[in-house]
């Protein structure tokens, strides 16, 4: 660090891997009795998924409609009611919705709306059948 430098220093350390062609010569590992660590599993193949405001609704309902028991667990495969979460979901949604306002697509706005009537109607049944 500099004399004249005040202050915090902010550090950036780039861990994203690069793709180098094929006859580029490979760095030599720092230990050569070490197995090759497996690289982290990447994407899906196709097209890179753009992220989106639809996706995060689309995330967080789908969250509140496994939390309400109309869908399984996807890591256990059973179904289980957890008012607590659900409701956590849809305020999210709430939330987003008041947040975003204005900075909506017509699509996105359509979306969140009807998701957040679904969700709020579903958590109404299943609490008076609770």
Avoid: C, N, W
Wanted: cysteine-free.
């Amino acid at each position: 660090m500099a004399a004249d430098d005040s202050g915090d220093v902010f550090k950036v350390t780039d861990r994203r891997r690069r793709q180098e062609p094929e006859d580029s010569p490979q760095p030599a590992a720092s230990q050569s009795d070490a197995p090759p660590t497996p690289a982290p599993p990447g994407p899906p193949p196709g097209p890179p998924t753009e992220r989106s405001l639809a996706g995060l609704f689309m995330m967080l309902a789908s969250s509140a409609v496994v939390a309400l028991g109309h869908a399984p667990d996807p890591l256990t495969g059973q179904r289980q009611i957890d008012l607590v979460q659900a409701a956590d979901a849809i305020d999210l949604l709430l939330l987003l919705r008041e947040k975003t306002e204005g900075h909506r697509s017509d699509g996105e706005s359509q979306m969140l709306e009807e998701l957040i009537y679904d969700l709020q109607l579903r958590y109404v049944q299943v609490t008076k059948q609770s």
